[in-house]
């Protein structure tokens, strides 16, 4: 069953706007939620996760239980926001969602 | 980049022949894994390890056997290579054994003709 679910494969949005990439879960208990990023040619890093409620980059994402989601946010989008970002659901193992690819419009 | 590296970095080989990967960590970390990365299907895990000679299979581990006899690799096999396989293949590793924070190698390219 898919525990984590990003329901966008791609997000086209202008530079400047606001940002928002979805993410649901299927779990009962308290999760433990990532954000990972892909840039173009580079490795896989930890974005966030929801146990630290940090901001890196100006993303921020909030769980939220009565939705089940983990939206990531960044209220300005920049171009060097243009990469392949996914959620990822602690089960006994870290489980990825399918990604979204988020694309900045100039 | 936790001192992971993997190689080859870029790989092309036939149908039926054999294929092991190699991952390479510096830093002394248990945990390793092996994902496979495909357009439509997000970061799949293949085999996971907890320890030296300890190894488990993941979601999509038909066709790919793992050896791990040090700390510091972890060996991803495919037995007999099929056009399916052609893939790009990440290992990671687990930062802390407290928390599920995953560091990723910088990945290999396979192709399968």
């Not at chain 2, 970095?9 to 991952?23: A, D, I, M, N, S």
């Not at chain 2, 299907?41 to 907890?50: A, C, E, K, M, V």
Request: proline share 4%.
């Amino acid at each position: 069953a898919q525990r984590v679910t990003q329901p966008e494969k791609l997000l086209s949005v202008f530079k400047g706007a606001p940002v928002e990439l979805k993410c649901n879960y299927s779990y009962s208990g308290s999760p433990e939620l990532f954000w990972y990023v892909q840039y173009s040619r580079q490795r896989l890093q930890l974005l966030l996760r929801h146990i630290s409620r940090e901001s890196i980059k100006g993303f921020t994402a909030d769980l939220n239980k009565g939705e089940t989601s983990f939206h990531l946010k960044k209220p300005f989008a920049q171009e060097e926001d243009s990469a392949m970002y996914y959620c990822a659901f602690r089960d006994d193992k870290i489980i990825f969602g399918k990604g979204t690819r988020l694309h900045i419009l100039p | 980049d936790a001192g992971i590296t993997q190689s080859p970095r870029h790989k092309v080989t036939e149908t039926g022949t054999p294929v092991t990967l190699r991952c390479h960590q510096t830093e002394n970390h248990r945990y390793m894994y092996w994902y496979r990365q495909d357009p439509g299907h997000g970061l799949r895990l293949i085999h996971y390890s907890y320890g030296v000679k300890d190894t488990d299979k993941g979601e999509v581990s038909d066709g790919y056997s793992v050896s791990r006899s040090k700390t510091e690799d972890f060996l991803l096999t495919l037995e007999s290579a099929t056009s399916s396989q052609t893939s790009v293949y990440f290992c990671a590793i687990r930062g802390t054994a407290s928390s599920y924070e995953q560091y990723f190698g910088p990945g290999t390219r396979l192709t399968v003709t």
